[in-house]
């Protein structure tokens, strides 16, 4: 096994074309901006017009920001769940999380339809899908780990939470049924996915939940590691079960929780990346892996965002859309070019 030393040529390569991309990403859109100017921008200088300046650290600053804070935890998210399960299908939304968020906010939109009053007020303040998002993925959390405590197989954690996103699923099903098409249509744009329009306290907060979740990822390397090899030689080397699957529950909670309530439901990152970072990186040693998972995720998804932009055209699509889109085809490529999953 190869230590995270010698991988450090790459990981420089992957840094240095995250900036590149970054900047890219910043520079792209329905307005084209030099890249001198947008250094000039990020670094304090001056910009030849105020409208590029506006553009850049309002708009498109926080935007590519996010990007890099939700595909680093996605990705990162769903590595521990493939981790954990030992299963390539397993993402970061296979506890239910999406699914719960999706109800909190199904709940507000079309509940506000269904119930009126206090609802239909709630939903005029500018946290209040993230609010409802974030406490229906808690409610979610809290029944996943009930469950958790007393169930020994890791096989049957992952049934259940599949079972919470049917349960959640039927709930919105009816909530859409009894809703009006306006309300609809709202809740249909949140699921899309967006990684504009947030403010700096809220990139602040999402900040901090990814932070978090990718340190407990680090300082759970060796436990990660250790599952590889299957439960009963992680036991015999001393990993306690119970306590590292409600330690990677709630970390995948925390970032996949934390980047619902902000950007929505994001498709494929999750589930698609670990693969493709696999593919390039030949180790299974999750000091190696995390990092490397973290630059993909959030390259990959600063050239999502980019495309989905459609540069030099005002309109802007799906970010759900565009990664799957993009990702669901070099995922079947490589893996048919691979024959493998490492799994």
């Known amino acids: 096994m190869k230590s995270p030393r010698s991988y450090s040529r790459i990981f420089i390569l992957l840094a240095l074309l995250l900036v590149v991309i970054f900047f890219l990403n910043v520079s792209l859109g329905s307005v084209t901006i030099p890249f001198s100017e947008v250094f000039n921008a990020l670094t304090g200088g001056e910009v030849s017009k105020s409208s590029w300046q506006y553009i850049i650290t309002d708009y498109r600053l926080p935007k590519a920001l996010t990007a890099v804070l939700v595909g680093s935890g996605l990705a990162i998210s769903g590595l521990l769940m493939q981790t954990l399960f030992r299963n390539p299908l397993a993402g970061p939304f296979v506890l239910g999380l999406s699914s719960g968020a999706s109800l909190g906010v199904a709940v507000l939109i079309l509940g506000a339809g269904v119930f009126g009053g206090v609802l239909g007020t709630w939903l ?118 119970k306590r590292t699957t409600l330690v990677i529950i709630i970390t995948t909670s925390i970032l996949a929780g934390a980047i619902t309530a902000f950007a929505g439901p994001i498709a494929f990152i999750g589930l698609a990346v670990p693969h493709i970072t696999r593919q390039w990186i030949t180790s299974s040693d999750h000091r190696i892996l995390i990092p490397a998972v973290l630059l993909f995720g959030s390259i990959i998804m600063l050239v999502c965002d980019a495309v989905a932009q459609l540069p030099f055209s005002e309109y802007t699509l799906p970010i759900n859309a565009i990664t799957s889109l993009i990702g669901a085809p070099v995922v079947i490529w490589l893996l048919v070019r691979k024959r493998k999953l490492f799994f």
């Open 124 to 241: 005029t303040s500018s946290w209040s899908l993230v609010i409802a998002s974030a406490l229906g993925s808690f409610l979610v959390l809290l029944a996943v780990l009930a469950v958790t405590l007393r169930v020994k197989d890791t096989m049957a954690i992952l049934i259940i939470g599949l079972m919470f996103g049917s349960v959640t699923a039927a709930v919105v099903a009816v909530l859409s049924y009894f809703s009006s098409a306006e309300k609809l249509q709202q809740y249909v744009f949140w699921s899309f996915g967006s990684l504009g329009n947030q403010s700096w306290g809220g990139i602040g907060i999402l900040s901090l939940c990814t932070i978090v979740g990718i340190i407990i990822a680090f300082i759970s390397s060796k436990s990660l590691n250790a599952l590889l090899l299957g439960e009963n030689y992680a036991r015999s080397l001393g990993v306690r079960m």
